[in-house]
């Protein structure tokens, strides 16, 4: 069975190549819904202009689909709330 901890733990290794860091702690995450195996994962940039977008929505995809288990996976982009850098963990926060 899917869980949370295993979609954010794949999440983790999904890196924003720009800022270098792992989409998770960039509060790039909004939503994770999961449903039995099926997962649909809401997520932004720190910009509609974000050149990777593309790159980084396929990462994720990417990753999700190789967790052991896993069923269907659906990756939506959003944009409300906007993202802001209060959004980041504060460890990196407090780090860049």
């Known amino acids: 069975m899917v ?23 960039i509060g790039l995450i909004y939503n994770i819904r999961i449903a039995g195996s099926d997962v649909k994962l809401s997520l932004t940039m720190t910009s509609p202009m974000c050149p990777v977008t593309s790159l980084i929505m396929a990462d994720a995809q990417l990753r999700l689909e190789a967790i052991t288990g896993i069923g269907k996976v659906e990756v939506e982009l959003v944009w409300d709330p906007l993202w802001s850098p209060e959004m980041m963990s504060e460890e990196l926060r407090y780090t860049s």
């Open 3 to 25: 869980n949370k901890a295993d979609v954010v733990s794949a999440l983790k290794n999904c890196v924003d190549p720009e800022l270098g860091s792992n989409i998770v702690d």
